[in-house]
């Protein structure tokens, strides 16, 4: 009888953040398309600040927005099969919120360049998970293993 066994090594905390981002995002997508949980569900748009839909009666989405969440998570979830591919993730997803961030107080949210849509709740969130996806990747990657000699020993 042969008995197969995994030789998969646990997933680095950076991969677990990862994963769970992506999966948050993929939720968010998900319920960005369900009426009830977002608001004036036949006002949403494609693309447009004309988009009346809202998740959570709070976030200005469209089918643009909604369908971004889910390539977001999805990207997340590919990335996090490996540690270095999670830290960049988190660590460019971060950064790229923290643009969009920028780009929302930069722009009207009746401006036509307000195609996303954004709306000032929109713009916070961004910043916040700028914020925390920049920092999950800072505090939880690039960790490397205490270096041993060839006597087994710490340096």
Known sequence: MTTHTSHRAAAAPVQRA???VGVVFLLVGVLGFIPGITTDYGSMEFASH????ELLGL??????HNL????????GLALAR?????YSYLL???AVYLVLWVYGLSVGHDSDANFVPLNTADDWLHFALGIAMI???????????ARTTRTGAER
Not at 50 to 53: D, F
Not at 68 to 75: D, I, P, R, T
Not at 135 to 145: E, H, N, S, V
């Open 135 to 145: 920092g999950l990747a800072l505090a939880l990657g690039r960790r490397r293993p």
């Open 50 to 53: 004309e988009s009346g839909a």
């Open 92 to 94: 460019v997803g971060g």
């Open 68 to 75: 971004v969440h889910l390539a977001y998570g999805l990207v």
């Open 59 to 64: 976030f200005q989405v469209s089918i643009l």
């Open 82 to 86: 490996t540690a270095g591919g999670a």
């Open 18 to 20: 990862a994963q769970l």
